[in-house]
């Protein structure tokens, strides 16, 4: 693990704390700018605890105030005081070495390194070359140093970290700990994903240091306290005269390649005039499951794409990246498009148009001048806070933000009602027919019942009329253990059904939904995780304890939004099995019922 020297600089009268990975250019850099010496106070340390000290330090300052004394010698003397009394405070070693800064820094590189290899004569040019080399891959985007190593062709070597420090010199590259340190606070945040819910202190055998990890997005590799999170927003000034959008010709663009419903037509308008809206930053489309949101986002980024946008499309699921990729290549030919998700072969191509993943959004930072987030309800971050602070610092000051979603949590009608964002509703089908409503259908103790020789009566109704209607169905349940009880009584009572169950960490997961798509599967038991996603025509759904926490009205939406999807079959049965009323019940339907009012509305104002 490589580790930062804290040292003290005294510029034109004003101390400055700074950490360096290779404290040699550090010397070089300042007795470039007149500086004759440099003071170190640290060991070689953490990133994490260096960032602490610094911290620590420029506290002390901000509460004394600075103040230049008229002695040099009693200025030194505060100042030493200061830097032990953080030094012991974070248990960190007691140093205060002066160290004289190197002569001209050019001069001084060709005599001491003379002997080195030949950029070194020049650390300028050196530096300008590096850059170029490894800005497409690095430009807009913030990365653990770790996974640095993935560049092609980069090496973590001596020159790297020269070069790097370089870049912080001059504040082209920005650097901090992936995770503050818990020397520093008691809830350390992880500055990646803005977390600090599942940051956990824990022994780290790298640094040895207080070391801090996070849970939350270590799907995308680990962010610990002793790990450098390096962000290049300063990278692309070179890159930007060779991008698409200095051509004086607009791109081609196969309009073909995608078809409206009016219904969709009008919504897609209202995304396309949004990008031009100076009273909103932010639009949420708030369209029906099953509206075809897919379909209504081609105008905006074909807009978006003649305007010279950089836009990034993010949804959860890596299949929907993989199948709207090609559709989306074949609609812009001539643009460069990029498509990542977890092992995605594209990972450091840049373009102008980015397919992600959402997990992906937090390796961007000030580099989108447009970001659109399918079904945000679904981010895999948690809280909504770590979804606007990742979103935000991918997008570009001045960027646009659409939100799309079938299922608007609280916090967001909050929002449109404050007039903080603006809204669009599409609660027509893609098809125009309405959502089928969930029937409310009460039993006592299902507890009981499951355990009876023969199955309760809503049970057999359910199973019958899926089976007349030579249709499919979903049964949801509120517990990864009941998938297989549920499983096991329903084979036992109808021999004759085709049934499995699947949760998430099933590792038959994909072969059995596969199965379920192909039709070899009748009846699926399954946890709330194909509440999206899979999409079968002749679908109906079944939720037993509907009644219970898991199933809240956004899910329950989005469990009925499962059926009636396809135009050949728009209606299916959409049974909510409950012992008692809940809140989120009564509210899933009400949303579903308001919605169907509010598109026979819009289609009577049309006629
Ligand atoms: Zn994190
Ligand atoms: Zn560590």
Known sequence: ??????????????????????????????????????????????????????????????????????????????????????????????????????????????????????????????????????????????????????????????????????????????????????????????????SSEKVHVQPCASCGDACATCEECIAMGRSKTCIPLLQFTYFGAKMIKKDHRQRDIPPTINTHCYQLTPHQARVAEYAVHFLHNQEFKELLIWAVTGAGKTEMIFPTIHKGISNGYRILLASPRKDVIRELTP?????????????????????????????????????????FDLVIIDEMDAFPYHGDSVLHRVVRRALKKDGKLIYLTATPSKDWIDRIQHREIDVTVLPIRYHGNPLPVPELKYINDLRKRLKQEKPFQIMEEFIAEVKKRKGQAFIFVSEVRLVKIWQNQLRKWFPDAKVEGVHATDYLRDDKVEQFRKGDIQFLVTTTIMERGVTVPNVHVLVLGADTQVFDEATLVQIAGRVGRSKDYPDGLVWFIAETKTKDLVKAKDQIERMNQLAKNWINNKK
């Not at 643009?335 to 993943?357: C, D, H, K, M």
Request: glycine content about 6%; hydrophobic content about 40%; some cysteine.
């Open 1 to 194: 693990m490589r580790k930062c020297i804290v040292y003290l600089v005294e510029e034109n009268g004003t101390s400055e704390f700074r950490f360096s990975f290779d404290l040699e250019m550090d010397q070089f850099y300042f007795a470039n700018q007149q500086v004759k010496e440099i003071i170190v106070i640290s060991p070689p340390l953490s990133i994490g605890t260096a960032q602490a000290l610094i911290r620590c330090l420029n506290d002390g300052m901000k509460k004394r105030g600075f103040i230049i004394f008229g002695r040099r010698e009693r200025k030194e003397e505060v100042e030493r005081e200061r830097i032990w009394r953080c030094q012991e405070k974070l248990g960190i070693a007691k140093v205060y070495d002066v160290f004289p800064s190197k002569g001209n820094l050019l001069e001084g590189i060709t005599e001491t390194r003379n002997n080195k290899r030949d950029w070194m004569c020049d650390l300028a040019t050196s530096y300008a070359k590096w850059k170029e080399e490894i800005a497409p891959f690095v430009f807009g985007k913030q990365l653990l140093l770790d996974e640095l190593k993935g560049i092609p062709n980069l090496v973590l070597d001596e020159s790297f970290y020269q070069m790097l420090q370089y870049g912080i010199l001059t504040g082209e590259v920005k650097v901090m700990s992936s995770v503050a340190s818990p020397l520093d606070s008691a809830r350390p945040i992880c500055h990646r994903c803005g």
């Open 327 to 367: 559709r989306f290549r074949k609609a812009f030919p001539e643009i460069p498009i990029v498509s990542l998700y977890g092992g995605s072969p594209e990972r450091w191509n840049s373009g102008q148009f980015y397919l992600a993943t959402t997990h992906q959004t937090l390796r961007f930072v000030d580099f």
